[in-house]
C-alpha cells in the first residue's frame, strides 16, 4: 500500500492537538464545507460552524495529553483514527478522560482533512 497511514495518522493528532491547545481558530483549515463534527452528542456541519463550536468552548486554556493514535485505511482511501487521553483545562488538578475519532480523507487537490470528528468525554 502506497498511503503510510499511520504515519499520516500521528503526524495529523500531533498537528492537531497542538493547534487545538495553542489557537482554536486555526483549526477551521483542518475541515471543509462537507464536515461534520459531533461534540458531546452536539452536532456542527460545516468547518464555519465547526470553527465556531470549537471557539466557543467555555475554557480558556487546554492542554491535551495522548497516546499512540490508533489508525486504519478506509475503502475510499482515507483514515480512521481513534485517539484517547486526557485533558486539563483552566489550570484544572483533576483532568478530564476524553476519546475522538476522526475521518480524513483527501480533497481534489490531494490535500488531507477531516470529514468526520466524535469526541466524547469520558466521565467515569
Request: proline fraction near 4%.
Amino acid at each position: 500500500m502506497s498511503l503510510d497511514f499511520t504515519t499520516v495518522a500521528t503526524q495529523f493528532v500531533a498537528h492537531y492537538y497542538s493547534t487545538f491547545d495553542t489557537d482554536r481558530k486555526a483549526l477551521a483549515g483542518l475541515y471543509r464545507d462537507n464536515s461534520m463534527l459531533t461534540f458531546e452528542g452536539a452536532q456542527s456541519l460545516g468547518a464555519q460552524a465547526i470553527a465556531q463550536k470549537l471557539t466557543s468552548l467555555p475554557f480558556q486554556k487546554v492542554k491535551h495529553e495522548y497516546g499512540p493514535p490508533d489508525a486504519q485505511p478506509t475503502a475510499n482511501g482515507g483514515i480512521v483514527i481513534l485517539v484517547t487521553g486526557q485533558l486539563i483545562v483552566d489550570d484544572e488538578q483533576r483532568p478530564l478522560g476524553f476519546s475522538q475519532a476522526f475521518q480524513l480523507t483527501q480533497d481534489a487537490s490531494g490535500q488531507w482533512f477531516v470529514f468526520n470528528d466524535i469526541f466524547k468525554l469520558v466521565l467515569l
